[in-house]
C-alpha cells in the first residue's frame, strides 16, 4: 500500500467484478478526528516485518480483486485498526462501520424505512387541516395522496442507506467499509450478504414500488448529514467498496461465504510495532525516542501477554499513559506495579475467576 492517490493505481478490474452504477456521487467527507483518535500520529504501515508485508499484500490483492477482506485473529490485535489505516493511507474518506451484534439483519445494513414516522405524519397533517376547516373526509389529490399532504416530506426524507448501502453507492473510488466481529451475528447473515457482495446492488423495495411516480428520490446516508439520489429504487455501486469484515473466531462461516472472501490472520504485534504504536498515540509522554519506563513497560507487556494467553494493546497503552501521567507518587512503585498487573488481566476472564476464587 502507498501514501498516494488510489485513483492513480488502481488498474481495471477483473471482467467478473465489473460495476457501472451511476450518477457518480460526491466524494465521502475526511473524518481526520476519528482517524487520530484510532490510530495516533503515525502515517503510513511500517514495512518492517514480514507479517505486515503479507498484511500489505493481501489488502492489495482485496484491492485488485474487488473481493472482501476477512481478517481473524486474537482481541486487541488491530483487526478494525486496519480498515482506518487502509482508508487514511489511499485518502479514501471516512470509514463506514457496521457493528454486528446477534441481532443484526441484513436490511438493517442495506437501509432503514422509518413507515410508522411517516404514517404519524400523515395522520397529523391530515388532523391539522381538518382544525383549520381545508380538507374534507375522503378528499383526494390527484396522486392518491389524501388533499393537504402535498406538505408532507417525501418518502426519501424517511429512508436513510445503513453502512453497507452507503458503501454500495456509485462513488468514483471505493469507500471502506468496516463490518465488525461478523462472528457475533446469527447463522444466517453470512449467507445473506453473498447476493449483496456478487451483485454490488439492491433494490429498496418502497422506492421500486413509487419508481413510476418519483424515479428518483434523495435519501440519507450513513454520512452525517449525507445525501444520494436513487435512481428507480436501485443502488448500484460502481466502485466496490473495500470491505474489511473482523472476526475473533468465535464461529465458523459457510464455505460459499469464504470462497469469497480473502483471508487474512493478524498476528501479535512484535516489539517494533508495539514501540511505533506507544509513539503514535502517547509520543509526548513516552519521548521522541522512547522512554525508559515506556521501554520497560513493552518488555513487561510483551512477557505477561505470552504468560497470560494474550494481551490487547489498548492494555499496553492503558498502562503507559498512567504510569507517565505523573498522578501517582513515584516513590510507591509497588502499587503503581499492582495497578498495572490489574490493567494487564487476561482477556479469557480466567484470571479474575481465580482472584475471586
Not at 120 to 126: E, K, P, T, V
Not at 255 to 268: N, T, Y
Request: hydrophobic residues 40%.
Amino acid at each position: 500500500m502507498y501514501d498516494t492517490d488510489l485513483g492513480e493505481l488502481l488498474p481495471p478490474p477483473p471482467p467478473w467484478r465489473r460495476f457501472t452504477g451511476g450518477p457518480v456521487v460526491a466524494p465521502p467527507p475526511t473524518d481526520d478526528e476519528e482517524m487520530e483518535r484510532r490510530l495516533g500520529q503515525v502515517t503510513a504501515l511500517s514495512a518492517g516485518s514480514d507479517h505486515v508485508r503479507r498484511e500489505a499484500d493481501m489488502v492489495n490483492a482485496a484491492l485488485l480483486l474487488r473481493r472482501p477482506l476477512l481478517v481473524t485473529g486474537r482481541p486487541g490485535t488491530g483487526k478494525s485498526s486496519l480498515a482506518y489505516r487502509i482508508s487514511r493511507e489511499l485518502k479514501l474518506g471516512r470509514v463506514l462501520r457496521w457493528h454486528i451484534t446477534s441481532r443484526t439483519t441484513l436490511r438493517s445494513g442495506l437501509y432503514e424505512y422509518d413507515a410508522i414516522g411517516r404514517v404519524q405524519d400523515s395522520a397529523a397533517l391530515r388532523t391539522l387541516h381538518r382544525a383549520d376547516g381545508t380538507v374534507d373526509e375522503g378528499d383526494e389529490g390527484t396522486d392518491g395522496r389524501a388533499a393537504g399532504e402535498e406538505a408532507l416530506p417525501g418518502i426519501g426524507d424517511y429512508l436513510q442507506l445503513g453502512p453497507l448501502g452507503t458503501a454500495l453507492l456509485p462513488y468514483e473510488l471505493p469507500r471502506v467499509l468496516l463490518v465488525d466481529e461478523l462472528d457475533k451475528s446469527d447463522q444466517d447473515l453470512a449467507n445473506d450478504l453473498l447476493s449483496v457482495f456478487e451483485e454490488g446492488q439492491f433494490p429498496i423495495a418502497e422506492l421500486v414500488r413509487a419508481r413510476r411516480l418519483h424515479p428518483r428520490v434523495t435519501v440519507m446516508t450513513d454520512d452525517p448529514n449525507g445525501t444520494a439520489e436513487i435512481v428507480d429504487g436501485v443502488v448500484k455501486c460502481r466502485a466496490f467498496p473495500i470491505v474489511v469484515i473482523t472476526s475473533n473466531g468465535e464461529r465458523e462461516f459457510p464455505p460459499a461465504f469464504l470462497r469469497r472472501c480473502l483471508r487474512l490472520r493478524m498476528p501479535d504485534p512484535d516489539r517494533p510495532q508495539l514501540v511505533d504504536m506507544v509513539l503514535a498515540h502517547l509520543r509526548e509522554a513516552a519521548g521522541a525516542t522512547g522512554s525508559a519506563p515506556a521501554e520497560g513497560l513493552i518488555d513487561r507487556f510483551l512477557r505477561n501477554s505470552r504468560d497470560r494467553g494474550g494481551l490487547a494493546v489498548d492494555q499496553l497503552l492503558n498502562a503507559v499513559f498512567l504510569t507517565t501521567s505523573g498522578r501517582f507518587p513515584a516513590d510507591d512503585e509497588e502499587a503503581l506495579e499492582d495497578l498495572v498487573d490489574a490493567l494487564w488481566h487476561r482477556l479469557d476472564g480466567a484470571g479474575a475467576e481465580s482472584r475471586a476464587g
